[in-house]
């Protein structure tokens, strides 16, 4: 199985700020990574796929960059509706999600 | 716009099966696309549990795969899940999803574009 491993676990930062996550495979996996938004309570929502990507209606300010083992998601500038959850998944082989990674509020 | 709606017990006994049902709407679940279920613990990360075509070619999670069976119903346009002997392990949100196919690099990777609400399933006797 392919392990995806997702850092920090969890980060603070303020409105403005420009974030980086990022998301390691256990094995090259090309650029066969998407990122995922989630909020309480609701399903996730797909920001960016092929690693860099930006799925239809995700303002600009996401992009994904990386190929191979590693990759990363950052945010321009946070917005207050930014802050949530967002996972990495691989489709390489078979389908697994890293841990997650927790945005809050500074 | 597709969307997807979960349906099913809201609680099931250990070691009994579970079913799920997700009902496409505004879209044909024959369309050239793969249906996946996923499902998160309260409170912990998403795991991929399966993927079903409108062919019933299927594809399971490893870890799960001898529990699992998905399947389709073309006449009703919906798919459904089934997963026996469960436990409290089990216990989680089960979401369906519609995969988005692209070609990368010659070959094709997935992401899922469209999510159902999701349905909580507990576990418990």
């Known amino acids: 199985d392919i392990q995806m491993t997702q850092s920090p676990s969890s980060l603070s930062a303020s409105v403005g700020d420009r974030v980086t996550i990022t998301c390691r495979a256990s094995?090259?996996?090309?650029?066969?990574l998407n990122w995922y938004q989630q909020k309480p309570g609701k399903a996730p929502k797909l920001l960016i796929y092929?690693?860099?990507s930006l799925q239809s209606g995700v303002p600009s300010r996401f992009s994904g960059s990386g190929s191979g083992t590693d990759f990363t998601l950052t945010i321009s500038s946070l917005q207050p509706e930014d802050f949530a959850t967002y996972y990495c998944q691989q489709s390489y082989s078979g389908i697994t999600f890293g841990q997650g990674t927790r945005l809050e509020i500074k | 716009q597709v969307q997807l709606q979960e349906s099913g017990p809201g609680l099931v006994k250990p070691s009994g099966t579970l079913s799920l049902t997700c009902a496409v709407s505004?879209?044909?679940?024959?369309?050239?696309?793969?249906w996946s279920w996923v499902r998160q613990p309260p409170g912990k990360g998403l795991e991929w549990i399966g993927e079903i075509y409108h062919s019933g070619s299927t594809n399971y999670n490893p870890s799960l795969k001898s529990r699992v069976t998905i399947s389709v119903d073309k006449s009703k346009n919906q798919f459904s899940l089934k997963l026996s002997s469960v436990t409290a392990a089990d216990t989680a949100v089960y979401y369906c999803?519609?995969?988005?196919?692209?070609?990368?690099?010659?070959?094709?990777?997935?992401?899922?574009?469209?999510w159902g609400q999701g349905t909580m399933v507990t576990v418990s006797s």
């Open positions: 999803t519609k995969t988005m196919s692209v070609v990368v690099v010659a070959a094709t990777a997935d992401a899922f574009d469209i």
């Open positions: 092929a690693a860099s």
């Open positions: 094995q090259s996996i090309s650029s066969y």
């Open positions: 505004g879209g044909s679940i024959s369309s050239s696309n793969w």
